[in-house]
């Protein structure tokens, strides 16, 4: 089944953390590539008193069930060095599972679709460059993504691709 993932970094070199995520993302056999956004330069959201996050999107398909697709996400979180801080605050990197096929999950531990990514700018700008024509919650990201409009994000760099084995 197909499913999205939002990145973010604001600390040490943004672009190459949320590329590295990309990469640990798809090298494996847990997920296969699909399509990822460029990188987006975006404002903080919640915690304003911080740094400019680097944002993107990816599709992958997964025959991950939730449980093991949110493990997944944390152990790349892990293993790039990510540690805990407050909520919303600076982060090395942010791997968040946008959607998971059609799941509808509500649990103390994950909530599918993501439940802020309708609020957040940074999530529908990137997500509406892959996958303008999904619907979730019976909502469509391209008319989401137009109301929110970009705010002033800056593309930093082309959409990541996965080396090419070899």
Same mark, same amino acid.
């Given at each position: 089944?197909?499913?999205g993932f939002g990145l973010g970094?604001?600390?040490?070199?943004?672009?190459?953390?949320?590329?590295?995520?990309?990469?640990?993302?798809? %090298?494996?056999?847990?997920?296969?590539?699909?399509?990822?956004?460029? @990188?987006? %330069?975006?404002?903080?959201?919640?915690?304003?008193?911080?740094? =400019?996050? !680097?944002?993107?999107?990816a599709v992958g398909r997964t025959?991950?069930?939730?449980?093991? &697709?949110?493990?997944?996400?944390?152990?790349?979180?892990?293993?790039?060095? *990510?540690?805990?801080?407050? *909520?919303?605050?600076?982060?090395? /990197?942010?791997?968040? @599972?946008?959607?998971?096929?059609?799941?509808? /999950?509500?649990?103390?531990?994950? /909530? @599918?679709?993501?439940?802020?990514?309708?609020? *957040? &700018?940074?999530?529908?700008?990137?997500? !509406?460059? @892959?996958?303008?024509?999904?619907?979730?919650?019976?909502?469509? /990201? *391209?008319?989401? !993504?137009?109301?929110?409009?970009?705010?002033?994000?800056?593309?930093?760099?082309?959409? =990541? %691709?996965?080396?090419?084995?070899?």
């Amino acid at each position: 089944m197909e499913i999205g993932f939002g990145l973010g970094s604001n600390v040490g070199d943004k672009v190459a953390n949320v590329e590295r995520a990309l990469e640990r993302l798809f %090298r494996g056999p847990e997920v296969d590539f699909v399509v990822a956004s460029s @990188i987006w %330069r975006t404002a903080p959201w919640g915690y304003l008193d911080q740094d =400019w996050f !680097a944002n993107a999107c990816a599709v992958g398909r997964t025959a991950l069930s939730p449980d093991e &697709a949110l493990a997944f996400t944390q152990s790349v979180e892990a293993d790039l060095g *990510r540690e805990a801080t407050f *909520r919303w605050g600076p982060r090395l /990197i942010d791997v968040d @599972i946008l959607y998971l096929g059609e799941a509808q /999950i509500r649990s103390d531990r994950l /909530i @599918i679709p993501h439940k802020e990514m309708f609020n *957040r &700018a940074f999530v529908l700008t990137p997500l !509406a460059e @892959i996958r303008p024509d999904l619907t979730l919650d019976g909502r469509s /990201i *391209r008319d989401a !993504a137009a109301v929110g409009g970009d705010q002033g994000f800056t593309r930093l760099a082309q959409p =990541w %691709r996965p080396t090419p084995a070899g």
